[in-house]
């Protein structure tokens, strides 16, 4: 997330694609903290759950560790069920006065939906399956939403797309993490 704080810890860009029953999720591996790049491969990106599950994560990332611990706890509570297991976590990243505090956002995808986790209690279902969060999120979607009607498939477009928003975010770098899995 950018800020101008020297403070913060920023620099994250995550896009995912849903096209020809494929998802893709890629995040880059930039990790600055004012005008510095700290690290350039942080991984962002991971499976989850018995591996039916990705899930990509912008903000700190002790509260991004913090929320795939708890995804990977509904999930395990909520098999087969995603939606729900989101809805739950997002009510308590809202109500646990511990998780309030947390500053993320994540996407997260299975065979059957992708979804937009936020603090505020959002679990949002993008239109048109693509949907970029960080720093560099909204070049990455705009480049994907370009590139969803050629021949391309889902892991050809993320990496493309995150490559055009490396090249235009500061923030944004070219070491990418893909997950994929069949829908």
Same mark, same amino acid.
């Given at each position: ?61 002790a509260d991004a560790m913090t929320l ?35 500053? #993320? +956002?994540? *996407?997260? !995808? /299975?065979?059957? @939906? ?8 959002? =679990?949002? $279902? ?34 493309? #797309? +995150?490559? *055009?928003? !490396? /090249?235009?975010? @500061? ?8 997950? =994929?899995? $069949?829908a």
């Open positions: 997330m950018a800020s101008h704080d020297p403070i913060n810890w920023h620099g994250t860009t995550i896009l995912s694609v849903r096209k020809d029953g494929r998802v893709a999720i890629a995040g880059d591996g930039q990790v600055s903290m004012g005008d510095t790049i700290m690290k350039g491969n942080a991984r962002k990106v991971r499976p989850l759950g018995k591996g039916d599950v990705i899930a990509g994560f912008a903000g700190a990332t795939f611990e708890r995804l990977e706890a509904k999930i395990e509570q909520y098999p087969g069920q995603l939606m729900r297991a989101c809805v739950e976590l997002a009510k308590d990243w809202r109500t646990d006065k511990y998780l309030r505090r947390l500053e #993320a +956002m994540m *996407i997260v !995808a /299975d065979a059957q @939906v992708t979804l937009v986790l936020t603090g505020n209690g959002d =679990v949002l $279902e993008p239109d048109g399956g693509v949907v970029g969060i960080g720093s560099g999120g909204n070049y990455a979607l705009a480049a994907a939403r370009a590139l969803t009607d050629s021949d391309l498939g889902a892991e050809a477009i993320v990496r493309k #797309a +995150m490559g *055009i928003a !490396a /090249d235009i975010c @500061v923030y944004t770098n070219n070491n990418l993490t893909v997950e =994929v899995i $069949e």
